[in-house]
């Protein structure tokens, strides 16, 4: 980093002049490395002891950008984005092989936040039964093979120190057709990521305004397909053109965008207002709420001990106490299996606690950590059990 001096004597980290626009990739880059850390940071905290695969992805994802960003900070201390004719053949090796890693890294980022986003997605999903599951799946796949097969194809037949340089198109032929092919699987795996957390949504019996609610959450990555259009639009330019090292500069500003927006979005369903937990699939919750398998609340009901109850009890599998705040929409409980070998039915004793535990008494750290976790999809079955021997109720007790 060689801060330049001024016709006024003051000391410029970078200027940006008409043969040199490297201030600008220097601030976008900074940005995006700012940005992307702080987005990994507040998921951090918003999944704070509730961390899952999709999060240990975005965090490879991050560990990725930070590599990116070091690439890029390489190659503009040797040139990058000024005139190819105010620079040496060696700085253009430098920065050649320096946004060859860059775009490599970038690719990998990428790969890995949509594989997050999916990851995600497969959690919702993971008890639905239907195509849904298989399908993202199917996708993950698709996410994974396009990142290491994109970073292959941009490697192939290409030498790293000629990206940049004047013969760049005899050393790294074929270069629109690649992008070409990278940017359209790119746009084609952001459109079906979107369709299909649609296609679960509406499958489930919710309110219209949640479901809007839900495609929203993840509509904010549909920005992604314009900006991998107009990367491959500036992109193609820069090998025709006489000064590669600076027509690189708009597509390489548009690359920052996209992997910041990508890291970002992918953090956005984990919002409390978007996503608190998600139970669509008979009844079984997601991981995300511990406390609906491990609540300290749930207490197993005593089986009854009248011999004319026990003909009763036989046709009930499980038995668990729910507890349910006033302030709190969702009942927690553990579910106790007495009778595996029987027909499965619940019975559920609902218990309502008026105190103060409600939620307007926790702290806003409390309350955010809370939110996080409420469900936003829920699927509720309630059965009521009558029995018609009335003589039997007053021998049978708790």
């Keep these: ?47 704070y002891r509730m961390f899952g695969f999709d999060d240990l992805l975005l965090a490879f994802a991050t560990v990725f950008h930070i590599a990116q960003a ?25 920065s050649s092989k320096s946004v060859i890693a860059a775009v490599i890294l970038c690719l990998i980022t990428l ?41 292959l194809a941009f490697l192939i037949n290409c030498r790293s120190g000629a990206l940049l340089t ?12 690649r992008w070409a092919i990278i940017t359209a699987i790119d746009i084609l795996t952001e459109i079906l990521t979107w369709l299909l957390i649609v296609w679960v949504s509406w499958s489930v019996n919710m309110s219209f305004s949640r479901k809007c609610q839900v495609a929203l959450a993840f509509s904010f990555r ?39 927006w990508s890291l970002i979005t992918a953090t956005v369903p984990n919002m409390k207002n978007f996503l608190k937990s998600f139970s669509i ?17 749930a207490y197993p009901l005593r089986s009854l001990e009248n011999s004319r109850s026990k003909a009763t009890s036989a046709a009930g599998a499980s038995t668990s106490v729910w507890i349910r705040d006033q302030s709190d929409s969702e009942a927690r409980g553990r579910p106790h299996n007495w009778r595996p070998d029987q ?32 469900m936003i999809i829920i699927k509720e079955v309630a059965w009521k059990v009558t029995h018609e021997d009335h003589q039997s109720a007053g021998a049978s007790s708790l």
């Excluded at 410029?12 to 626009?21: E, I, K, L, P, W």
């Excluded at 949509?114 to 799946?137: E, H, M, N, W, Y």
């Excluded at 090292?245 to 992997?259: C, E």
């Excluded at 079984?284 to 300290?296: E, K, M, N, Q, T």
């Design 281 to 297: 699939g008979l009844g079984f919750p997601l991981a995300y709420d511990s406390s609906v398998y491990g609540s300290s609340n």
């Design 1 to 47: 980093m060689d801060p330049e001096t001024s016709n006024d004597g003051s000391f410029q980290f970078s200027r940006v002049t008409f043969n040199d626009h490297s201030g600008q990739l220097w601030i976008v880059t900074i940005l995006s490395l700012i940005y992307g850390l702080l987005g990994a940071m507040t998921r951090g905290y918003i999944k």
């Design 70 to 94: 070091i690439a890029m900070f390489v190659g503009l201390n040797n040139g990058l984005g000024k005139f190819n004719s105010i620079t040496g053949p060696e700085q253009w090796a430098t």
């Design 166 to 177: 004047l013969d760049n198109v005899k050393q790294c032929p074929n270069q629109n057709t």
């Design 222 to 260: 549909l920005p992604l397909i314009a900006f991998s259009a107009i990367h491959l639009a500036y992109f193609s330019k820069y090998p025709t053109s006489p000064e590669p090292q600076f027509a690189v500069t708009n597509s390489l500003l548009f690359q920052q965008t996209m992997i910041v």
């Design 111 to 151: 790969s890995l936040a949509k594989c997050s986003v999916l990851a995600l997605i497969l959690r919702i999903i993971d008890s639905k039964t239907g195509k849904s599951k298989p399908f993202c799946i199917g996708l993950m796949v698709l996410s994974s093979a396009w990142g290491i097969g994109s970073s």
């Design 343 to 374: 027909v499965p039915n619940q019975t559920a004793a609902m218990a309502h606690h008026f105190g103060r535990d409600s939620r307007e008494n926790l702290s806003d750290e409390e309350r955010s950590r809370t939110g996080s976790r409420d």
